[in-house]
């Protein structure tokens, strides 16, 4: 097909611009008026046509990176930089699929995985089968030797040109894994040290997703501290309905919280600081709206009354120009001692039903901060975090049952 425009007689372009006018006028056909056998072709075409626009991908990503271009326009990761050229969200490229072709494109640029690279650009291992390849040649680099790197490499090539099933892949890499372990156990302890990360990536709607690897000492610690807290909280209302997932995430922060806010004694640094940059028009309108933190979140109004419990507040009121304004003194947290008179008077969050220990729980104003309330000892109440959130979201208002117990009613 002939293309016009300015890119028709340009390498790569050119056809892949006739690729996209022929793709759409397939698209105004009647996929219905095919037969059986003609719809099996079809989908052939179309694994054909996804195999190549990946292979295509992953040169063109590879040789972005080689010209740093990601950093020259500004962005954090290979990742954001094909999101910001391939869409985000629904017809774009989800946050996963974008770190794991970045991440490839990244390791093929290592003269090393030159044999991998060559696979992947002629279509013969898939982009997500490379990124698994090499995450675990990482892993396994420091044993061997350059002649047993290559070995291995082309092992794992093999495999993954030989038809193996995902599950087959997912075996071999962790049969290799085990393999190279080193036999000393202080080397092994070393090498567990070096493989530790903590990688974080935007994930979709407005979520960010960490993944977390550690040694077996750290992974012990970690699972001692979140198990307890992660069991399920059921309550006057019924079963607890987050899922395990959600209660260890619910835990990790818990324990973050505590960790930033130094329950027990007052705070320290400024590390339990928020500051909160608005508009004049956001703070005359009682917080509606989104607020900014400084490192780039976007908090709305419940989620600011709820960190005015918790840590320290900082609004920055902004003008039309944004020109600083004021910057508003911090909301004041319980005290030590006020702290310590709610574990004993409230050894258990006050939400009824709920068996969370009070140690584990924030000092909630009845009456908001944000509508006033003082931090007084009588207008401190202990709430879990899951319930916090809940009597913010619901409005809540603290109560006393006949029987003298405490609650949390409409």
Not at 32 to 50: E, H
Not at 143 to 167: E, F, M, V
Not at 345 to 361: D, F, L, N, R, S
Request: aromatic share 4%.
């Amino acid at each position: 097909m002939e293309v016009s425009g300015p890119d028709a007689d340009q390498p790569v372009l050119g056809r892949l611009g006739g690729a996209v006018v022929c793709l759409s006028e397939a698209l105004d056909d009647q996929v219905w008026r095919l037969g059986d056998d003609q719809l099996g072709t079809l989908l052939d075409q179309l694994g054909r046509l996804r195999r190549d626009t990946a292979r295509l991908l992953t040169a063109a990503v590879t040789e972005a990176t080689s010209r740093s271009a990601p950093d020259r326009e500004g962005h954090s990761s290979t990742g954001d930089y094909l999101r910001a050229h391939l869409g985000d969200g629904a017809g774009g490229m989800d946050p996963t699929a974008a770190h794991r072709t970045g991440s490839v494109a990244t390791g093929c640029r290592d003269p090393r995985h030159q044999p991998l690279a060559k696979a992947v650009e002629a279509g013969r291992v898939r982009v997500d089968q490379a990124a698994r390849v090499l995450r675990v040649l990482e892993q396994i680099q420091p044993y061997l030797d350059p002649d047993s790197y290559t070995a291995c490499q082309d092992d794992l090539i093999t495999t993954c040109t030989g038809g193996a099933s995902d599950r087959v892949l997912r075996r071999v890499l962790r049969d290799l894994v085990d393999e190279h372990k080193p036999v000393d156990s202080d080397e092994l302890e070393k090498a567990q040290k070096r493989n530790r990360g903590l990688y974080e990536r935007t994930s979709t709607g407005g979520t960010t997703e960490f993944v977390w690897r550690l040694d077996p000492e750290g992974a012990a610690f970690v699972r001692a501290a979140i198990g307890p807290l992660a069991k399920p909280v059921p309550d006057e209302d019924g079963p607890d309905p987050r899922s395990p997932q959600q209660r260890r995430s619910d835990a990790l922060m818990a324990i973050v919280q505590r960790g930033m806010t130094s329950p027990g004694a007052a705070p320290t640094t400024n590390n339990a600081k928020v500051f909160i940059t608005l508009s004049l028009q956001q703070l005359v309108g009682e917080l509606s709206g989104l607020g900014c933190t400084l490192t780039g979140e976007q908090l709305t109004a419940a989620a600011v009354r709820r960190l005015a419990c918790q840590a320290d507040l900082v609004p920055v009121v902004l003008d039309t120009a944004g020109h600083v304004l004021d910057l508003g003194h911090t909301a004041r947290l319980a005290s030590p001692a006020q702290r310590a008179a709610l574990w004993l008077e409230e050894p258990e969050c006050t939400y009824q039903g709920c068996t969370m220990p009070g140690q584990w729980c924030i000092a909630h104003h009845a009456i908001w901060w944000s509508r006033g309330g003082a931090t007084d000892h009588d207008n401190l109440h202990l709430l879990c975090p899951r319930h916090h959130t809940k009597v913010h979201e619901h409005d809540l208002h603290y109560v006393t049952d006949p029987d003298g117990t405490p609650a949390w009613r409409y």
